[in-house]
């Protein structure tokens, strides 16, 4: 499925000490590169678009976050430009040598799917 | 931010990588040539199967971003191109075992008979042991390109495909395929 424009939603993080970062901020974008991984208790996709909902997932220690746009870009088409197909967000943990993992796929036009490996929107 | 991605096509022995995205690009004819444009035709064979010669398309990323991964590729699950021809894609596999990407080193220029028929991919291609039909993987069942995680700007393992012309097939140019790489990006 396809959706414009490429970044319908962007990710927000939530610290144990109360304080944010957002993928856009006060007009400036950052990476996610800068998230304190140590500090994280809560991740999710946010709009500016008040006609769509936020998606959030809460995070224990043990939870290493899922966060992911899953996007596309038509091959032997002229002027190609890639597209957002939809948002993955969850958690993965190894827990006594397992791999356990809580995807949530949220399609562009906000239906959900969640999914405990990853599946195709 | 948002990486900036681009399909590419390799030609030539080097290989040279184009941005296939900008042109008509990707053409599969008689030729190494990536924007052929109605040039170099696959000729239908009188009997048995020609060829066009191979291509090899991968993606090209750069700008911000901190990852990207998951790579794959489908298609509409329909080839409307009539019978007798078929797309398929290289395996360095002797049976499909996806992921069905090649790395840079194990490139093979794409050879045949200009303006007739490329060489079979499996036969001729170094290190391709295998074909599938491209046609088969659709949105909701891909076909992994790449494994691999990226964590700057690069490109991904190229996936070799071919056109199949048999004798039952029909002349003309034939309507655009829409064939969708997709990839998982962490911003």
Same mark, same amino acid.
């Given at each position: ?17 109360? +304080?944010?970062? #957002? +993928? ?6 950052? *990476? ?21 909902? *936020?998606?959030?997932?809460?995070? +224990?220690?043990? #939870? ?27 958690? #993965? *943990? ?7 993992? *809580? ?7 906000? +239906? ?7 599946? #195709?929107? | ?7 590419? =096509?390799? /030609? ?21 040539? /990536? ?33 990207? =991964? ?43 008979? =200009?303006?007739?028929?490329?060489? =079979?991919?499996?036969? /001729?291609?170094? /290190? ?60």
């Amino acid at each position: 499925m396809e959706s414009n424009p490429l970044n319908l939603y962007y990710w927000k993080v939530i610290y144990d000490n109360g +304080e944010t970062l #957002q +993928e856009i901020e006060d007009g400036k974008t950052h *990476s996610f590169k800068e998230v304190d991984l140590d500090k994280l208790v809560r991740l999710g996709w946010v709009s500016d678009n008040p006609n769509l909902p *936020s998606y959030f997932v809460n995070l +224990e220690s043990f #939870q290493r976050p899922i966060l992911y746009r899953r996007r596309g870009i038509h091959a032997l088409k002229k002027n190609a430009k890639p597209f957002t197909i939809g948002y993955l967000l969850g958690w #993965q *943990s190894t827990i006594n040598g397992r791999n356990y993992k *809580s995807i949530m796929f949220i399609r562009p036009d906000g +239906e959900i799917t969640l999914a405990s490996r990853d599946i #195709q929107f | 931010m948002a990486a900036t991605v681009v399909v590419e =096509e390799g /030609n030539g022995a080097g290989p040279a990588w184009t941005d296939i995205s900008t042109s008509i690009g990707g053409h599969l004819c008689s030729a190494d040539n /990536n924007n052929p444009g109605t040039s170099y035709p696959i000729k239908i064979p009188s009997s048995g199967t020609n060829y066009s010669y191979w291509k090899s398309h991968r993606l090209a990323f750069s700008g911000t971003f901190t990852s990207i =991964e998951n790579i794959k590729i489908y298609t509409d699950g329909s080839l409307g191109w009539g019978t007798g021809v078929t797309v398929k894609f290289g395996d360095t596999d002797t049976a499909i075992s996806p992921p069905v990407g090649l790395t840079n080193a194990q490139y093979i220029q794409a050879t045949g008979t =200009e303006g007739e028929t490329g060489d =079979e991919m499996v036969a /001729n291609h170094t /290190n391709i042991n295998s074909s599938g039909d491209l046609f088969s993987y659709t949105s909701g069942s891909p076909l992994l390109v790449d494994d691999s995680t990226y964590t700057s700007a690069g490109d991904s393992k190229h996936i070799v495909i071919q056109e199949d012309v048999a004798d039952t097939a029909s002349s003309g140019q034939k309507t655009a395929e829409t064939i969708t790489w997709q990839w998982d990006e962490v911003a």
